[in-house]
Nanobody
Framework: QVQLEESGGGSAQPGGSLRLSCVAS????????LTWFRQGPGKEREWVAS???????SYTSSVKGRFTISQDKAKNTLYLQMNSLSDEDSTMYYC?????????????????????WGKGILVTISS
């Protein structure tokens, strides 16, 4: 049974940085697309960034140039390095996984396609 668990959230000041991690236990897939989503209160879940098993990355426009998605295959861990944080980044973040597929050339990912989800982690940006 695959389980995803996020860590690394917390508080940061505007302009600051945080790094989120997502460890996948029971991972057994060689072809996949891993994604970070975020969701604020009363809002739809928003695609943030994805990386596939070949290391190809894609980002939503609002985080491009500020966030970096990466993975450590040996540790079955997904990361999201978040720099130049603003109030708009303050929300819950979720890692998710599609399996037996790549990230479709960088197209935005949809939550309905995800096979596995983490429980989420809170990021708070405040001065």
């Amino acid at each position: 049974q695959v389980q995803l668990e996020e860590s690394g959230g917390g508080s940061a000041q505007p302009g600051g940085s945080l790094r989120l991690s997502c460890v996948a236990s029971g991972w057994k897939y060689g072809l996949y697309c891993l994604t970070w989503f975020r969701q604020g209160p009363g809002k739809e879940r928003e695609w943030v960034a994805s990386i596939d098993s070949d290391g190809k990355t894609s980002y939503t426009s609002s985080v491009k140039g500020r966030f970096t998605i990466s993975q450590d295959k040996a540790k079955n861990t997904l990361y999201l390095q978040m720099n130049s944080l603003s109030d708009e980044d303050s929300t819950m973040y979720y890692c998710a996984a599609e399996v037996a597929t790549d990230c479709s050339g960088g197209a935005p990912r949809h939550e309905k396609g995800m096979a596995y989800w983490g429980k989420g982690i809170l990021v708070t940006i405040s001065s």
